[in-house]
């Protein structure tokens, strides 16, 4: 890990060093667990007089969530949790971690992410929706959902019979897996498109459309566009039409893309103005930039803050290291 990255926080636990406690009344606390008891009441005292203040403080922003992981956008920073453990539990109702590492920037659409352990971000930054990921030892383990080699995995820890590919996942960490298929698909994930590898090519599909279900049943579209080389590990990409495959190469993660008469439509992913444009495909109010998206394209979005959140994610897309 990079450890300049990380910013430890524990102003309650630090106190076990023996300094001396104030209360909220003025008096000193004798121990590192009065002091930590005197704060956590008077957390929960000021919640529980406005409990809608917690619930509106605390929701979830499941557009940012992974499986496996939930996701809470508190103050612009993005908190992270393994879903269902106690930290999210106490987190839900205004307890914040005393102990929890930061990462500046890091996040989907450059937002800075916390967590209460490195554990917890790694595994979050290497889920990936339709996988099961493992980490050991710094390496990403990936499997299909339905693969029937994960069983396998779970019980031994360690197939005798698998691919590895250094390099080509978050923070440019070794993936390994059953098969070479299945690192192309898990690298080329992402949030808005359904990848599948035939061949040794893949195929991008935007999620919900008809083609999508066409190839699902086994038939390939009969008219689609092909890019030699130009995919994830310089493999030949295929989609149904020039337009999915435009927004499929503009797609940055925290983001949802869209290509509209060749421009580009940009929407951070949990963006209230979505829905709307999901249901009529214009904004009465956006911002336009011409010829300032990927390969020249021009970019459109509900406002400038996110076209330049956008972009500097693009001209970054270097994966978020991993420990």
Request: glycine share 12%; proline share 5%.
């Amino acid at each position: 890990m990079n450890r300049s990255a990380l910013i430890i926080v524990s102003s309650l636990l630090a106190v076990s060093a023996g300094c001396k406690h104030t209360s909220s009344n003025g008096d000193q606390a004798g121990t590192p667990s009065e002091a930590i008891a005197v704060q956590t009441a008077t957390v929960e005292s000021a919640f529980e007089a406005d409990p809608e203040k917690v619930a509106a403080a605390f929701k979830p922003a499941t557009a940012y969530g992974r499986p496996g992981y939930s996701a809470y956008l508190q103050d612009g920073r993005l908190w992270i949790f393994s879903t269902g453990s106690q930290e999210q539990a106490e987190f839900e109702v205004g307890k914040e971690p005393a102990k929890h590492i930061t990462r500046i920037g890091a996040g989907p659409a450059g937002l800075t992410v916390k967590a209460v352990d490195s554990g917890t971000l790694s595994g979050y930054f290497a889920a990936r929706e339709g996988f099961v990921t493992e980490l050991v030892d710094g390496r990403i383990w990936a499997f299909h959902e339905d693969a029937p080699e994960l069983e396998t995995f779970k019980r031994g820890g360690e197939l005798a019979k698998h691919v590895t590919r250094i390099g080509v996942g978050p923070g440019n960490t070794t993936v390994k897996a059953p098969d070479s298929e299945t690192i192309l698909a898990y690298v080329a994930a992402r949030e808005g498109f359904r990848c599948f590898v035939d061949d040794g090519r893949l195929w991008v599909f935007a999620d919900g459309i008809s083609d999508l279900k066409a190839f699902a049943q086994g038939g390939e579209p009969a008219k689609h566009v092909t890019r030699i080389g130009a995919g994830p590990m310089g493999c030949t990409i295929k989609a149904p039409d020039a337009a999915t495959l435009q927004a499929y190469e503009a797609a940055v993660e925290g983001f949802r893309v869209f290509s509209q008469e060749g421009r580009i439509w940009v929407f951070r992913s949990d963006c209230e103005e979505l829905p709307s444009f999901l249901a009529g495909g214009e904004l009465a109010k956006r911002v336009t930039r011409i010829g300032a998206g990927p390969n020249g394209a021009t970019l459109l979005a509900p406002d400038s803050a996110t076209l330049d959140s956008y972009l500097r994610a693009f001209g970054n897309e270097q994966p978020t290291p991993l420990r």
